[in-house]
């Protein structure tokens, strides 16, 4: 992907932080990114119904899909983190090390380093945050390289048998539909119309019944498929809205809307605000 800074700042994020005394959100919620934290302090990390007791640095891997809350023993956060969303990798490295779902997983991953794999974490980290905040103009491109590295390091400290439990057919299913559904964003032009749209289509892209696919999804990631494909859908209209000058009707059709009043009364059900509220 071009180093743009407006696109670029858009798919990618990463940050060192220290925090004093920052109201501590509690409610577990998913988030529009894939995120990579290394959470350096003892807490209580709380991934859809599990939570665990951190007390040492923990790594974390975490899908958009992921619902996930974090509660420091002490107001005192400290630690990195980097986000970015599927298009900020390159073909290769999206298909290979995310969207095969053994380490982004949809309920997250958390692992226990030893110290010379925490001091490679920490380094990356820091050559990161180094590179988002300075002015090379290649500074994304190297980002890129560095969370590959780290997302690598992730995938060493998988155990064996974690590859082999993914490769379940409900698991496989699963990607098989996430990675479909990925596949048709970002939108980059009105022209482009999303081809899968409701449950049925994507079923039918993937040769089962839809019935089938419902069931799996829903006993994989705990959402359903019509509750997946709108959360994506809704998470691309607001990327259209914040950095496109793309009209309402131009992102209702881009989005397979038939009329613009439709793709409104869903961008209202969703956020409790029409779409031109959010843009201003």
């Given at each position: ?86 298009e900020?990798?390159d073909?290769?490295s ?7 779902a ?29 590179e ?32 082999k439990?993914?490769q ?5 299913l ?14 980059a032009?009105p ?7 409701k ?49 309402v009707a ?12 439709h ?18």
């Amino acid at each position: 992907m071009p180093d743009s800074h407006n696109v670029s700042a858009a798919s990618f994020k990463a940050a060192h932080y220290q925090l004093n005394n920052k109201p501590v959100d509690l409610t577990p919620a998913r988030r529009d990114f894939y995120k990579i934290w290394l959470i350096q302090q003892e807490g209580f990390l709380t991934l859809e119904r599990d939570t665990i007791h951190i007390r040492e640095s923990a790594l974390v891997f975490l899908h958009p899909l992921a619902r996930y809350s974090f509660r420091p023993v002490v107001k005192k956060r400290s630690g990195y983190w980097c986000i970015f969303t599927g298009e900020f990798l390159d073909d290769a490295s999206r298909t290979s090390l995310v969207q095969d779902a053994t380490l982004f997983q949809t309920a997250g991953q958390v692992f226990f380093p030893d110290e010379q794999t925490l001091g490679i974490v920490r380094f990356y980290f820091e050559q990161i945050v180094r590179e988002y905040g300075s002015s090379y103009p290649f500074r994304f491109s190297s980002a890129r390289n560095l969370v590959e590295l780290l997302i690598h390091e992730g995938r060493k400290l998988q155990p064996v048998v974690a590859h082999k439990q993914q490769q379940n057919a409900a698991a496989r299913l699963t990607t098989r539909f996430l990675n479909l559904l990925e596949e048709q964003y970002p939108i980059a032009s009105p022209q482009d119309s999303l081809k899968l749209k409701k449950p049925g289509d994507f079923a039918n892209e993937l040769a089962v019944h839809v019935n089938h696919l419902n069931a799996v999804v829903q006993q994989v990631t705990g959402r359903s498929t019509r509750q997946i494909i709108a959360a994506r859908m809704l998470s691309e209209s607001k990327a259209l809205l914040y950095y496109s000058d793309w009209s309402v009707a131009d992102i209702a059709y881009s989005l397979g809307f038939e009329y613009p009043n439709h793709f409104t009364t869903f961008f209202r059900k969703n956020t409790g605000h029409p779409p031109l509220a959010l843009r201003k």
